[in-house]
């Protein structure tokens, strides 16, 4: 039997189209550091690739876990696998570890198998899924394989491996683009054995500008509301931070948490770079213009408010449509009620009017007082949000004239 150890999947063919569990996407900004596990490249992806002559009925695939520092056998980690990858017919796979017990023996049936008739490169045969393990013995491990004979000339054999901490910390950017002096989300997902972990109430989050030096701080919040009250994601273990960058440039944006581990505290970090544009647009309220209808006879006023438009002076760069949002809130109510409206837009600056009836003033159950939240929204290819403004206050005389809202 023929066995080669790849340290990279550069060097291997196809090796693009092998899925590695728990890995991030190859074009994802995201990058992960673990402080728990040593060597630095444990991390990384192994691929193995074997071949075993046609008469051949049981091979066995080395493959080595690294020992973390001077930690010994007191691991916290995670053994991850890809498919198993059988240009043969196998019967029976088992784990063996270092000490040579079997950890487990199964069938491709009990471990779940895909057919290559329906895998991505079918030329390496099917696909037999191999289970994760936790707190993997540092030392020289086997992937027994036996096969059915029945198949002819050389197989080829293909898996790979890597070694996970047990405390990971990925971080996303869920906004598709970033402008200078506009908010977007980060998001944080911190795990332990993979599952979502709940309860640190929030993360830091560092922003390093194309210097080194830090620019500024935030906090990721677990349970995390947007202005107008709405969570934001309702996944567990989701921490989510607001961020706004003043000036367009390169920035890093990294997290670090601590955990508590069985043999001593462990963290997990992580890190993306990210560069911002110039701001796509701009948005505020210009004017507030009232629709009035003569009042109910014998109240004190002979007029009554039956709708409120607000136009808001925009600008911004590319022609298109475009959405403005308006969150409406009273004093001292949590209550929110939302208008929208949208316009053709073109380049430069322009106007969008957003109007509210009576009876979408009646229902915030006191008096409008403010804008809570004003967003700009650009439809279609880069869309998304591109200019926000919050808490935007009303005067004393519109705030007293809306009190007369038509109830009829």
Same mark, same amino acid.
């Given at each position: 039997m023929k066995l080669l150890i790849y340290r990279s999947l550069v060097h291997m063919p196809h090796a693009a189209s092998i899925p590695l569990v728990g890995m991030c996407i190859a074009l994802s @900004?995201?990058?992960?550091?673990?402080?728990?596990?040593? @060597?630095?490249?444990?991390?990384?992806?192994?691929?193995?690739?074997?071949?075993?002559?046609?008469?051949?009925?049981?091979?066995?695939?080395?493959?080595?876990?690294?020992?973390?520092?001077?930690s010994g056998s007191k691991r916290e980690n995670i053994l991850s696998f890809s498919s198993l990858?059988?240009?043969?017919?196998?019967?029976?796979?088992? &784990?063996? %570890?270092?000490?040579?017990?079997?950890?487990?023996?199964?069938?491709?049936?009990?471990?779940?198998?895909?057919?290559?008739?329906?895998?991505?490169?079918?030329?390496?045969?099917?696909?037999? &899924?191999? @289970?994760?393990?936790?707190?993997?013995t540092p030392g020289r491990w086997h992937l027994s394989l036996e096969r059915n004979l029945r198949s002819t000339g050389i197989v080829q054999i293909l898996f790979s491996y890597r070694l996970l901490p047990r405390f990971q910390l990925s971080m996303a950017k869920l906004d598709a683009s970033v402008a200078a002096g506009q908010p977007f989300l980060i998001e944080l997902r911190p795990t332990d054995y993979g599952a979502p972990v709940v309860g640190l109430g929030k993360i830091e989050l560092n922003v390093f500008d194309a210097n080194g030096a830090r620019v500024a701080t935030h906090e990721a919040q677990e349970n995390a509301r947007s202005p107008t009250g709405i969570r934001i994601n309702t996944e567990s273990g989701v921490y989510i931070s607001r961020v706004s960058l003043a000036k367009a440039g390169d920035y890093r944006l990294a997290a670090q948490q601590n955990f508590r581990g069985r043999y001593?505290?462990?963290?997990?970090?992580?890190?993306?770079?990210?560069?911002?544009? &110039?701001?796509?647009?701009?948005?505020?309220?210009?004017?507030?213009?009232?629709?009035?209808? /003569?009042?109910? /006879?014998?109240?004190?006023?002979?007029?009554?408010?039956?709708?409120?438009?607000? %136009?808001?002076?925009?600008?911004?760069?590319?022609?298109?449509?475009?959405?403005?949002?308006?969150a409406l809130t009273a004093q001292g109510s949590t209550v929110h009620r939302f208008v929208s409206a949208s316009a053709q837009l073109p380049v430069g600056s322009g106007q969008i009017s957003v109007k509210a009836n009576a009876a979408t003033l009646l229902a915030l159950g006191a008096p409008l007082t403010q804008l809570s939240q004003v967003g700009l929204i650009r439809y279609g290819e880069n869309g998304g949000l591109i200019a926000e403004a919050k808490d935007v206050p009303l005067t004393a005389a519109q705030k007293d004239t809306l009190a007369q809202v038509c109830k009829e």
């Open positions: @900004p995201c990058m992960l550091t673990y402080a728990q596990t040593a @060597p630095a490249d444990s991390a990384k992806p192994h691929v193995i690739r074997s071949t075993i002559p046609a008469d051949q009925a049981r091979a066995n695939l080395e493959f080595e876990v690294a020992a973390n520092g001077g990858r059988s240009t043969a017919s196998i019967s029976m796979v088992s &784990l063996i %570890d270092p000490l040579q017990r079997v950890i487990w023996r199964k069938t491709p049936e009990e471990l779940g198998i895909i057919s290559r008739d329906v895998s991505s490169h079918p030329e390496l045969g099917d696909a037999i &899924l191999l @289970p994760e393990l936790r707190d993997a001593g505290p462990l963290s997990a970090s992580a890190a993306m770079g990210l560069k911002t544009g &110039l701001s796509g647009g701009a948005v505020a309220l210009s004017d507030v213009r009232l629709e009035t209808r /003569p009042g109910t /006879p014998g109240r004190a006023t002979a007029t009554c408010v039956s709708a409120v438009i607000f %136009d808001f002076a925009v600008d911004v760069a590319s022609a298109g449509n475009y959405v403005s949002n308006v």
